[in-house]
């Protein structure tokens, strides 16, 4: 199985930052993509970031010059840097991977339990 687990999540003040890590475990032969996605109460999933293998980095319009996606490989770990917080950013933020298993052919997504994210004003 491949798991994902998310921290970082909190509280924070309007204007602030926080950092969102998701380290990938399990019997993992290679990992492709990863991202992030958010759910506000009442509204559905949405997307945020990603970033292939390739390095380049997309980001939805509402967090672009905000949200920082990165990775690290060899820790199979993808991070989030969220500055300039706004409340509108309140959610439970969850990582997800596209990535083979040892003993299987294709490559499968994979999403964590999530993080709640408050931004306060």
């Known amino acids: 199985q491949v798991q994902l687990v998310e921290s970082g999540g909190g509280l924070v003040q309007a204007g602030g930052s926080l950092r969102l890590s998701c380290a990938a475990s399990?019997?993992?032969?290679?990992?492709?993509?990863m991202g992030w996605h958010r759910q506000a109460p009442g509204k559905q999933r949405e997307f945020v970031a990603v970033?292939?293998?390739?390095?380049?980095?997309f980001y939805a319009d509402s967090v672009k010059g905000r949200f920082t996606i990165s990775r690290d490989n060899a820790k199979n770990t993808v991070y989030l840097q969220m500055n300039s917080l706004k409340p509108e950013d309140t959610a439970v933020y969850y990582c997800?991977?596209?990535?083979?298993?040892?003993?299987?052919?294709?490559?499968?997504?994979?999403w964590g339990q999530g993080t709640q994210v408050t931004v306060s004003s």
């Open positions: 997800n991977t596209w990535a083979k298993r040892l003993w299987a052919s294709d490559a499968y997504e994979y």
């Open positions: 399990g019997d993992i032969y290679s990992i492709n993509a």
């Open positions: 970033i292939p293998s390739g390095g380049s980095t």
